[in-house]
């Protein structure tokens, strides 16, 4: 069993096992918003923009961030329900403003929250980069929960100027500002 | 010290035990649980064998030191064996009394006893104290007669029994088999079905398998795990190698938090014993099976008991939740199959290969079986470790072995669960203990916690404490858990000082929601529980503080004051002395006042107030008389 057949949105799609249901859409030319997502990168399932809702062939329905999950034989996905909506607006609200790209698309004009207290979003794509693909590490999480901050190691400022290709990977400007 | 190769070898060891226990007729079991420890009980220890040692009682009287026996209330605690008898409140001075008492063959001295309040009547055995009397104690009852530190106390009484008995006459599916059919839940939160977890990583493609114990017990005011793990590490560990066996895995770990250290010294000698015995290692027993386990410590983070955090930890990962739409059972420890349990379920486990999944299922409802340790903690008289068959109603617990609520107040609610838990209020007391009411009743049963509540818990603040903890605890990974719990916590903190708005509950439910469904791990899945749940049953509350301004527990520092009533103040002065602020003042009366603009709240005049004058009284802040530092200048009083 080479590929594997499910339905995106009512349309047949297929994938290699392995697959994601994120990918399987995408090159379905079905689009799914994502935030931390980076095709470059391994999947982080940390934003949950990418939630969509499936059925599996057993029946059993649940909500997934389709960025992680595996596509399945048989697998129903609806990508953009109402209670998907839901979860998007709101992420679009708590990450705001660094999550205008798809403000629009999903009607939002205000967060109705107290935000931008960190001009990052933590989606981990510079520091995700700096350690899949340059393999560097020189950025990492700091602190937990709410306290949880990017920190670049202890002398990296100089390095990290010179390589810069993380730079454009971030929406906030954050490392740039620090090198 | 030899080694036990084989099951005879087993039992001659256990009869040498045996007889090692009963060459001294008497023996004095001091808990050195933590509880008792930090009340003094090494000292009370080491004074009882000074005076046996003074009057050559050495070879009549021992000295054993154990784990928890549960009754924190009466910490230290000493109960006297074989006669049962239970001394609370036990100080190094009344050593002497005991040890000539008990020399003489008079018994325990009495002023030490258990005192029933309603009879007013001394309880001499542990049995008859109302505490224990309505316990089933089947895990608990073995750390009160074993010192941890030996291995040859937990073989006299049997240990090691089950190990002998699954690796001499049952297959590793027989064993499986048994724990299935016991029905078997996890005691550490879910209630998962752990044959089923067993058999999956029995059967997942991919060696070395591995099995876990999870000690990694992070809520607010639960102790079970640590107990159980510090008392009496060794049933631990055979129920973990019970389980290597079932599962085929030859290498295990125990997860320990970084805050138990005891209970992880407790588990390293236990291992290094087991060792030495050749109960762990290569070929245990001579059957040929091998397993051998190693502790790793926690680096105290909460959310690294959430079980792929605690995989990716042992790998030498920062604790992180990951996606695991694949189980941890199947794919954990470095992508092999991994089977996790926490202390209490691999515990349970030597009990139900001793006695059988019949015995088991006898005890507990349809849907949970077997008995369940709780930590009986907050607004109660008898705080302490119990534990309960399955089933029995939450007032049992509170009222007939908590001994209800203390100081006449009345009881509120029983935070049951943890952080992800919820509150159950007194309408619902007579739930039955069980993992599917609980969670239907909007908490759950989680490792056991459960915190008791009066009528002065605020249940606003008690949300915004739950909330804080989980925002900060929470890994910070996933947008729903860190950025809900933060503007949660926001809204929590403006209800709780006054600044609340029409509006702000509906927004709570519907980030409420939202994490539910989107969160990655159960942490953040359950981590709106605490709000959910006193919005469910004290919504007035929150109501009361956002449009009235009024917290009617007085908690709430922004909507009360502290007054001092004019009339009962008698001028002693004990609330001037103990307030930081220089807020209370002498007035004209030549009673005391509090001059409201220096006031911080902080409360020490109220508790400083003495009880019999009563005078210092909490307001609520709208109906304080204001009375201004300038009014006090003008009169010449003020200093």
């Given at each position: 069993m080479d590929t594997i057949r499910l339905e995106i949105d009512g349309r047949a799609v297929e994938g290699a096992p392995g697959t994601t249901v994120l990918q399987a859409a995408r090159s379905a030319g079905i689009e799914i918003p994502t935030?931390?997502?980076?095709?470059?990168?391994?999947?982080?399932?940390?934003?949950?923009?990418c939630m969509v809702e499936i059925e599996t062939s057993g029946g059993r329905k649940k909500l997934v961030a389709s960025c992680v999950y595996p596509i399945e034989e048989g697998l129903r996905v609806q990508t953009k329900t109402e209670m998907v909506v839901k979860i998007r607006k709101m992420i679009i609200e708590l990450l705001w403003p660094s999550s205008q790209a798809y403000a629009e698309e999903y009607g939002v004009?205000?967060?109705r929250f107290k935000t931008?207290?960190?001009?990052?979003?933590?989606?981990?794509r510079c520091l995700r980069y700096c350690a899949?693909?340059?393999?560097?590490?020189?950025i990492y999480f700091k602190?937990?929960?709410?306290?949880r901050r990017p920190a670049l190691v202890e002398g990296a400022e100089l390095s990290c100027r010179s390589c810069g290709e993380c730079f454009t990977l971030c929406n906030s400007g954050w490392i740039a500002s620090r090198c | 010290m030899k080694r036990v190769k084989s099951i005879a070898d087993l039992e001659k060891l256990r009869a040498e035990a045996v007889a090692r226990r009963n060459?001294?007729?008497?023996?004095?079991?001091v808990c050195t649980g933590s509880g008792c420890r930090a009340c003094g009980a090494e000292a009370v220890a080491d004074a009882l064998d000074g005076e046996i040692e003074k009057r050559g009682l050495g070879d009549k009287i021992g000295v054993r030191r154990t784990g928890?026996?549960?009754?924190?209330?009466?910490?230290?605690l000493v109960v006297i064996q074989p006669s049962d008898t239970c001394c609370l409140k036990?100080?190094?001075?009344?050593a002497a009394a005991m040890v000539d008492k008990l020399g003489a063959g008079e018994?325990?001295?009495?002023?030490l006893l258990y005192l029933d309040?309603?009879?007013?009547e001394r309880i001499a055995r542990l049995q008859e104290i109302p505490f224990y009397k309505h316990q089933e104690r089947v895990l608990l009852e073995d750390n009160v007669r074993?010192?941890?530190?030996s291995i040859l106390d937990y073989i006299a009484i049997g240990g090691y029994g089950a190990l002998a008995k699954a690796l001499s006459g049952m297959t590793p599916e027989s064993v499986l088999q048994e724990v299935k059919a016991a029905k078997l839940r996890g005691r550490?939160?879910?209630?998962?079905a752990a044959g089923r977890k067993w058999e999956t990583t029995r059967n997942?493609?991919?060696?070395p398998k591995y099995v876990i114990v999870?000690?990694?017990?992070?809520?607010?005011?639960?102790?079970m795990d640590g107990s159980l793990l510090q008392g009496n590490p060794h049933s631990v560990l055979e129920g973990l190698i019970l389980g290597a066996y079932a599962i085929g895995a030859a290498e295990g770990f125990i997860y320990v938090r970084q805050e138990y250290p005891l209970a992880r010294r407790s588990a390293r000698t236990a291992i290094e014993q087991a060792r030495e015995y050749g109960?762990?290692?290569?070929?245990i027993l001579g059957s040929g099976f091998s397993f051998d386990v190693v502790i790793h410590r926690g680096a105290?983070?909460?959310?690294?008991?959430?079980s792929s955090a605690l995989m990716s930890a042992i790998e030498g990962h920062v604790g992180e939740p990951r996606p695991k739409y694949v189980h941890t059972s199947e794919k954990?420890?470095?992508g092999k199959p991994s089977c996790l349990n926490n202390v209490e379920t691999w515990a349970t486990v030597p009990h139900i290969i001793n006695k059988g999944a019949d015995w088991f299922c006898g005890m507990g409802t349809e849907g949970s079986k077997g008995t369940k340790i709780f930590s009986l903690v907050g607004k109660v008289k008898n705080t302490g470790l119990v534990e309960v068959p399955m089933g029995i109603p939450l007032r049992d617990i509170i009222f007939?072995?908590?001994?209800?609520?203390?100081?006449?107040k009345s009881f509120k609610a029983v935070q049951t669960g943890g952080p992800s838990g919820g509150v159950i209020p007194e309408a619902l007391?007579?739930?039955?203990?069980?993992f599917d009411e609980l969670t239907k009743a909007g908490s759950m049963m989680g490792s056991g916690g459960m915190i008791v509540m009066d009528e002065h818990t605020c249940m606003v603040d008690t949300a915004r404490y739950y909330t804080n903890f989980l925002a900060h605890e929470?890994?910070?990974?996933?947008v729903p858990c860190r950025e809900g719990t933060r503007q949660m916590l926001h809204i929590l903190d403006n209800i709780a000082s006054?600044?609340?708005?029409?509006g702000d509950l509906e927004i709570l439910e519907e980030l409420a929601e939202f994490m539910r469904a989107a969160s990655l791990c159960a942490l953040g899945q359950s981590a709106p529980n605490p709000v959910v749940s006193t919005l469910k049953y004290f919504r007035e509350e929150y109501e009361e503080h956002i449009?009235?301004?009024?917290?009617r527990a007085g908690v709430c520092t922004a909507l009360i004051a502290y007054e001092i009533d004019q009339e009962k103040?008698?001028?002693?002065g004990a609330c001037q002395r103990s307030c930081p602020a220089g807020a209370v003042h002498k007035s004209e009366t030549e009673v005391f006042t509090i001059v409201q603009e220096k006031c911080?709240?902080?409360g020490a005049c109220f508790r400083a107030c003495p009880e019999k004058f009563g005078a210092v009284v909490k307001v609520p802040a709208g109906a304080v008389?204001?009375?201004s530092a300038e009014e006090f200048a003008l009169a010449g009083t003020s200093r």
């Open positions: 935030l931390c997502y980076d095709d470059r990168l391994e999947p982080f399932g940390a934003c949950r923009m004009t205000a967060s931008g207290i960190t001009d990052c979003s933590l989606c981990g899949e693909i340059k393999k560097e590490n020189k602190g937990r929960g709410i306290e | 060459a001294r007729e008497t023996w004095l079991e928890c026996h549960g009754f924190c209330e009466g910490a230290p036990v100080q190094p001075k009344n018994g325990p001295v009495r002023d309040e309603e009879s007013g074993i010192d941890a530190s550490g939160g879910g209630g998962f997942a493609p991919g060696e999870n000690a990694d017990e992070g809520d607010p005011g639960a102790f109960l762990l290692g290569k070929n105290g983070a909460f959310v690294s008991g959430e954990g420890i470095w007939k072995i908590g001994g209800g609520v203390p100081n006449g007391l007579d739930l039955p203990v069980d929470s890994c910070g990974k996933c006054g600044k609340g708005r029409e449009r009235h301004g009024r917290c103040c008698q001028a002693c911080i709240k902080c008389r204001r009375e």
